[in-house]
Structure formats: C-alpha cells, structure tokens
C-alpha cells in the first residue's frame, strides 16, 4: 500500500474573515494566479487564497463516464455505492490501494446506535438524546449540532440497513474503548471491521459495480476553479492519467490523514514522525487539498486523536487494544492502575503519555478476548507481542521479566480493582458500573501499548443532513458529496469510540441516495 503520487505543496486560504463575500464571477483560479490586476482586486476585497493554486483543467476528451464516481472503498465509499446503484444511478469506484477497505477494514467495527430492542434485554438504559449529548459534550462541544443529531437519529437505520446487507451482530451490547455507554453493537462475525467490509463488497460484487485499483486520486474537475459543477475527476491509473466524468456526482469517501506526518504536524506540530500511528499506509489526506483547490472548506483540522492502541514493539496497529474495557484494567510498569479504563480517549491517552516509558500494560480476562479475532490473536502472542497466562500470578511474572514489573504492586492492583468490581464502586478512579467487572475468567491476557494517531476529526465542511461539500462562504459546491473521515463536524474535538463507523455509514448512505437524485449532466 505504497503511496502513488507525491502530495502537492499547500497553503492554507480563507474567506472567513470577509464572511458573504463571493470571488468575482467568472474569474478563475488560474487568472487569480496568472493576473496581477486581478489578483490585486481580490486581495483588496479581503479575499486571500494560497500562492500555490492547481485547477484541473477540464479534458477535451473523458476516458469513462458514469453517473455517480466515487473515491474510497471504506464503509462509507462502499454504503454510498450501494445507495447510488439501488437508486438508479450508475456507479464507479476508485481506490489507490491494493486493498479493499482502508482503515475500516482492520477497524474493530464498534457501532454505536441506541437501539431499545437489544439494550433493553441487558437493562441498558439509553435514548438519541443521552447519544446527542454525549457526542457533542465528548467533542468538547465543537460538533455540528445539526450533523449530530442526524448522525443519532439515524445510526439505528444505519445498523439494520447493514443486517440487510448481510452482516450479523452480537446480541449483546457494550461500551468500546472510549464510548462513555454502552450501545456498541460488534459484528458477529470474527474480524469485526473487516466483517464489514466483506459484506458490502459482496453488495457491491453482487450489483456489479466497478472498483478500479489501484486508482489515485490525482484532482477534482470542476467548471470553473471557485464556481459552477463538479464535472469529475483527475486520476492517475496503471501509470496514465486518466479523466472519470461524472453526470450526476462526485463523493469522496477517502478517509483522515493519520499516516501524513507533514499533513498532520501541520495542524499539531507535536505529532510529528516519532509518534506512531493505528493507521493504514494510505490514509494521507490529499483528497481534502484537492478539495480546497476548488473552493471547498475545511473545519476542525486540529482535531486529532490518539488512541492507546499501537503495540509498544512494531510500533503499528496490531495490539490486543480492542480487547475492551469492562473485564479489563490498565496498569503501568509499575504495576499501578492510574486512570478509569472507560474514559474519553483523549483522556486516556493524556494520562498514557504521562506514565513511566508512556506505556500501557492492558492486562484484561478471557471475556474480553472472546470479542476479538482469534487468528490476529494467535499471531500476535505467537511473535511475542502479547501474552497470555493461565493464572494471574503467571502473567505478573512473565510482565516481571519484560517490562520489570513488580509482581506484588501487580497483584495487589488487581486484587484492589476486583475488590471494587465486586462492591460495584471504584473509589479509586471512578469507572462506571457497568464496565466495572473482575477479572476472574482464565486465560489472561497482557497488550503492552502506546498511543498513537487514530483518527482526524477535521476534514470537509459538509452540509448537515445531505453531505454537500460547501464552499469558504458556506455555500454548497455542486455535485460534490463528502463521508466519513475525510469529513469534519461530527465529532467536533474528540471521537468517541464507535461513532465512527456508525458516522461512515449513515452519511455514506445519504451522500449516495442524494448523489442519485441529481440530474444528469451531458
């Protein structure tokens, strides 16, 4: 999963300080550049956009055309192809890995929906507005109250639209790695996001619609550089370039920019290459410059999140992190417990960086690991990564020899933990009771972790409940559709966990249903 193409050299432009104010019409970008006096108009008028600007010029000839293209075969590239094709529309997909499914396919494939039917059977009590609330307080209340509450009311739809496409869920619900509640719905199925992945590739297969790959997104066509129709896209395919008209649509569905450290040092200089990430090789952001380069607007590009789930050796995505957070504690080198396991990711990943070596030993029971998929299981304790033990006293001696943790503050931290797992209060840090259970059930389990860049909160300003790209004046670009991570507004400064494939799939469906109903371009 190699990167096809250099990324272009960006500076950031905005209209946001002269609010209202549209760019003269029928100047194009290229002018803008090209054209002293016209360029000293705009900037007269407040209107600053970058010195580097790249249109793509409209081709006098489309190698393919299509209804509806899309960029990504994530959950939402994948829900909004379904969408798209079932509506009627014609549909191309292209991807620039080798691989289907970018992050979503190694995801753990938590979905978070309120759903009465399941949760009531475990005394779960839950509501859209306790999820509204949580999400847009989780986000620091920096989310689009709009896109919220569509993302909520919606979710539910989005997991029974996912049962019909053929994926099977757990009947029982938890609450993943930085929910805040439980309403995470886990794929029945062992490989969880990938799980996922198959089943709308089997869809997609089934409709016989096409993926191309590897297909790198290379630019965006667009009537004019800052104004009229989206009319396809620029993409670079088995070593040529090649023009994708689109007569109704383009959707990106390209995921964050976690694996740019350019891109992502940009907005938060602290993460810069020495701090890993859970990411695919791919996940690199360009969609969005492409995006900018015609007129779109960006949010939150400094929201990003670490997630204490990369593997203290590889330095990758590949620890037992998914394990969950009930029959679970994390512990330090130290052998001390130091932060309730059901907090915001944000929080605990702060609290990570500030331990002994910043790392976490996530030393969890046999319930936890029955969530997660035995063949990456086995691997991973195969190679050393992990490790498993048949008693407790085993696994303290085996972290004793590799990180030097004292047994006895080890033991004497998990006694002191079930013993408040069994008065159902946690004096110590708080955790919930409902994630507080003990750690009982043979074997055991150690992960030892750290945090690493998880997702980019920030991306495309899109239109609350249709998914339209918008433009620096707020306006909507036409033909032009945005889901998931490469959008912004959802989750405003802070993910919680299992929001994000719901988000996938709830705007990926809408952005192909409204892709559809655009009419048909020449």
């Not at 450290?261 to 990430?277: C, E, F, G, H, I």
């Not at 955790?431 to 507080?436: D, T």
Request: charged share 25%; aromatic share 8%.
């Amino acid at each position: 999963m190699e990167k096809t193409e250099k990324k272009k050299k960006h500076t950031d432009f905005s209209a946001h300080d002269n609010p209202g104010k549209e760019p003269p019409e029928g100047v194009s970008r290229r002018q803008f550049v090209a054209g002293a006096a016209v360029a000293a108009g705009l900037i007269g008028s407040g209107i600053i956009f970058p010195k580097e600007l790249r249109a793509v010029e409209i081709p006098k000839k489309w190698d393919k055309t299509t209804d509806v293209v899309i960029a990504g075969t994530g959950y939402s590239g994948l829900a909004a192809a379904i969408e798209a094709h079932d509506a009627g529309s014609q549909v191309i997909i292209i991807e620039k890995s080798r691989v289907i499914g970018g992050n979503s396919v190694i995801a753990s494939g938590a979905y978070n929906a309120v759903d009465p039917a399941r949760q009531s059977k475990q005394g779960i009590e839950d509501s859209l507005d306790l999820h509204y609330r949580q999400t847009i307080e989780g986000g620091d209340n920096k989310g689009d109250p709009e896109k919220v509450r569509f993302f909520v009311e919606n979710a539910l739809g989005g997991l029974q639209w996912l049962e019909r496409m053929g994926v099977e869920f757990e009947p029982k619900v938890y609450a993943v790695v930085g929910a805040l509640w439980p309403r995470s719905h886990d794929p029945a199925e062992k490989g969880r996001g990938g799980a996922i992945i198959k089943a709308l590739k089997a869809q997609v297969d089934k409709r016989k619609i096409p993926i191309m790959m590897p297909c790198t997104l290379t630019g965006i066509v667009r009537e004019k550089p800052l104004d009229g129709d989206v009319l396809g896209i620029e993409t670079e395919f088995k070593g040529k370039k090649l023009y994708i008209k689109a007569k109704k649509a383009v959707i990106l569905a390209t995921g964050g920019f976690a694996a740019d450290v350019s891109m992502r040092s940009k907005y938060v200089p602290q993460l810069d290459a020495n701090v890993p990430t859970t990411n695919v090789p791919t996940a690199t952001g360009e969609s969005i410059i492409y995006s900018e380069d015609i007129g779109a607007d960006v949010v939150g590009m400094d929201y990003i999140q670490l997630l204490v789930a990369c593997n203290f050796y590889t330095k990758q995505y590949g620890s037992l992190a998914n394990l969950g957070i009930d029959s679970a504690i994390f512990l330090n080198t130290e052998g001390a417990r130091f932060v309730a396991e059901d907090q915001r990711r944000d929080v605990l990943a702060e609290s990570v960086l500030k331990q002994p070596g910043k790392v976490l030993l996530w030393v969890a029971d046999d319930r936890c690991q029955k969530r997660f998929n035995p063949k990456i299981t086995e691997d991973i304790i195969a190679k050393g990564l992990a490790f498993r033990a048949d008693t407790l006293e085993d696994l303290a001696k085996v972290l004793k020899e590799k990180f030097n943790v004292p047994v006895d503050k080890f033991m004497q931290s998990v006694k002191i933990y079930n013993e408040s797992a069994a008065k159902g209060v946690d004096r110590d840090f708080g955790k919930k009771q409902e994630n507080l259970k003990p750690l009982q059930q043979p074997p055991f389990w150690a992960s030892p972790t750290q945090a690493g860049v998880h997702h980019t909160m920030g991306g495309l300003r899109t239109k609350g409940t249709t998914g339209e790209v918008l433009n620096r004046w707020g306006k909507v670009i036409p033909r032009f559709y945005a889901a998931g991570e490469v959008t912004g507004g959802v989750h405003g400064a802070n993910r919680l966990g299992g929001n994000a494939t719901a988000d996938c799939i709830v705007f990926g469906r809408i952005v192909g249903q409204n892709a559809a109903k655009e009419k048909a371009k020449g």
